[in-house]
């Protein structure tokens, strides 16, 4: 069997194992492993001087990419990061600043978590052992005023 990644304009554009005849379009004849692990993973490859290749910065992609999903997903306080969405036991999901935050109290348990290592896929240490407190409930405040207005004063 043949196995292709196609090129358009300098720039990988699917696979196939038959070449496509649309124009302009370069048919270049990859292994069985580079085309499998392009189908999962396509941002792994470049077209660098005339080859398919590892791209040389895809790690560094993969962390950047990671970090921006995290920080996207979470927000830090003295506690450590805690997950904006929330799943319940019952199955369904809150959001922890609107549905949560006006709930708390101090001293009660609080889940947080611990900045991961950006450069592995490995989940953020979970903490159980942290207690709600008067800073924690400003900070999740402060929080809320910067999602909704942005950058806030300290």
């Known amino acids: 069997m043949t196995y292709y990644i196609f090129l358009d ?12 005849l649309t124009e302009g379009v370069q048919n270049i004849e990859v292994s069985e492993d580079i085309y499998n ?6 941002n792994k ?12 910065n895809y790690a560094e ?11 996207e997903e979470f927000f830090n306080t003295s506690l450590g990061y805690i997950r904006r969405k929330v799943t319940m036991k019952d ?10 935050l006006p709930l708390l109290q101090v001293g009660v348990p609080i889940i947080s978590y611990d900045k991961p290592d950006f450069t592995t896929g490995d989940m953020p ?15 999740c405040k402060q929080q ?9 004063g300290s």
Not at 61 to 71: C, H
């Open 91 to 100: 199955g369904s999901t809150k959001d922890f600043l609107t549905d949560i």
């Open 37 to 42: 692990d392009y189908i999962t993973e396509p």
């Open 144 to 152: 809320v005023l910067k999602d909704f207005y942005g950058a806030v």
């Open 61 to 71: 992609e993969q962390a950047q990419a990671r970090e921006t999903t995290f920080n």
């Open 125 to 139: 240490k979970q903490n159980t052992d942290k207690l709600v407190t008067e800073e924690f409930i400003n900070e």
């Open 9 to 20: 304009n300098d720039k990988l554009n699917g696979v196939g194992q038959y070449p496509q």
């Open 45 to 56: 490859y470049v077209y660098l001087d005339g080859e398919i290749v590892e791209n040389p």
